[in-house]
């Protein structure tokens, strides 16, 4: 077996491993990295959106390198009211993330189309014999499908759109939900990326992993007809994410750790329970990797054990809003959870977000009659929730 020698290898090539070889690129350029992703292509098929707010000014600086759209303001529709908010909203495509990555970082540190055959302590070995030995090994393949866990599913499909006329949008949509309501909360993501360009995503939170091509893109063709917006495809994408609402987080991470190796990223949960938002809290992590670089592989693993621990107290509330959602409002009814959120105050909307509620901000949240029948939210909280496991098959799609 043949092996390469680095001081910190990172498994996963996705947002979260791409932005902390960028940190360590940047605060640490003595250190060496390897990058190790399956695909051809870092950070997949994706597209990244967050609030200005959302980020201190260390993790802005971070987000520098990367090409992104920004916009003044935002947009949220429901069936009784639209609301236009001040907050600045900004939005990253994975392509522009891989091509960013690709010229900061040493071109000895990204390694895709390598493919993973065991993590350990001291080490990675790859596919066809190859092993990369290293000082600390940390895991952020992103999030592993588990029974420990409980919640539901953020299920969604995007597509990206230049259309044959300008198409009038200003300003992104970040919910439209006076869509029909098909199963769980459903709702319509909108991004005007340039005059002619558009980005239209339907979404949905619902109970299984079940993503249905064919219906959503159907869907995704009723949506822009209506909108008179006709044209060229130019990419599209699909996701099934988790929505974690409770479960045995220690049971679920013994099954997947290694001693020795540190977890990170959505397979550590850190990650925002109820929107599955990543960006701030992989810049986070980014950068106390980069500030704690000279650690050996033990003391990483500990390290990062301690902040994925503290990510997961600080968002306990959000575990209890989701298992509100889903297990006691009913499917079609989930809209009114988010319709009474966005008419409350515009600061708590953007902490919400960042995950940064005051213990004021949860109590407005929770404060007055709930947007579902008492008698099923208390009946909701004596119940377990469904496991986040996937079956064999995987994900069902149509």
């Not at 390469?4 to 290898?9: E, G, K, L, Q, V």
């Not at 959106?49 to 429901?78: K, M």
């Not at 190796?261 to 106390?288: D, F, K, N, Q, W």
């Not at 050996?296 to 054990?305: C, K, T, Y």
Request: proline share 6%; with cysteine; glycine share 10%.
């Amino acid at each position: 077996m043949s092996e390469n020698r680095t001081d910190i290898a990172i498994v996963g090539g996705g947002l979260a491993g791409g932005l902390t070889a960028l940190a360590l690129r940047i605060l640490r350029p003595d250190v060496s990295v390897a990058l190790v992703e399956a695909g051809d292509t870092l950070g997949g098929n994706h597209r990244w959106s967050w609030f200005a707010s959302d980020l201190d000014p260390a993790r802005g600086a971070l987000l520098e390198p990367f090409r992104t759209a920004r916009w003044d303001g935002n947009i949220v529709r429901f069936p009784r009211y639209e609301r236009r908010l001040d907050a600045d909203y900004l939005s990253l495509a994975s392509r522009d993330f891989d091509a960013a990555l690709r010229q900061h970082l040493a071109q000895e540190t990204i390694r895709t189309g390598s493919h993973v055959k065991a993590v350990e302590a001291g080490g990675v070995a790859l596919d066809g014999g190859e092993r990369i030995g290293a000082r600390a090994v940390i895991d952020m393949r992103g999030f592993s499908a588990s029974r420990h866990l409980t919640g539901g599913w953020q299920v969604f499909m995007g597509r990206h759109l230049r259309t044959d006329r300008p198409h009038g949008v200003e300003r992104p949509v970040i919910m439209d939900a006076t869509v029909e309501q098909l199963g769980g909360y459903r709702f319509v993501y909108v991004l005007p990326l340039g005059p002619d360009e558009i980005f239209v995503e339907d979404t949905y939170y619902q109970d299984e992993p079940v993503l249905d091509r064919a219906a959503l893109s159907a869907r995704l063709d009723s949506y822009c007809e209506r909108s008179g917006w006709c044209g060229e495809t130019l990419g599209s994408e699909t996701g099934v994410l988790p929505v974690v609402t409770g479960g045995d987080r220690e049971a679920h991470l013994r099954e997947i750790a290694v001693p020795g190796v540190a977890l990170a990223g959505a397979r550590a949960l850190i990650a925002h329970p109820l929107t599955s938002y990543t960006l701030p809290l992989a810049a986070e992590t980014a950068l106390l990797v980069a500030r704690n670089a000279d650690l050996a592989g033990p003391d990483m693993a500990e390290l990062l054990a301690e902040h994925a621990q503290g990510v997961w107290d600080r968002t306990s509330h959000y575990r209890f809003l989701g298992h509100l959602l889903f297990d006691a409002a009913k499917p079609a009814e989930r809209y009114r959870v988010f319709e009474r959120f966005y008419t409350l105050p515009e600061g708590l909307i953007e902490r919400f977000y960042a995950a940064r509620p005051t213990p004021t901000d949860k109590f407005r949240v929770l404060a007055g009659i709930p947007p579902v029948p008492l008698h099923r939210a208390f009946r909701a909280l004596a119940r377990s929730g469904k496991s986040l496991d996937i079956p064999q098959q995987g994900i069902a799609t149509g």
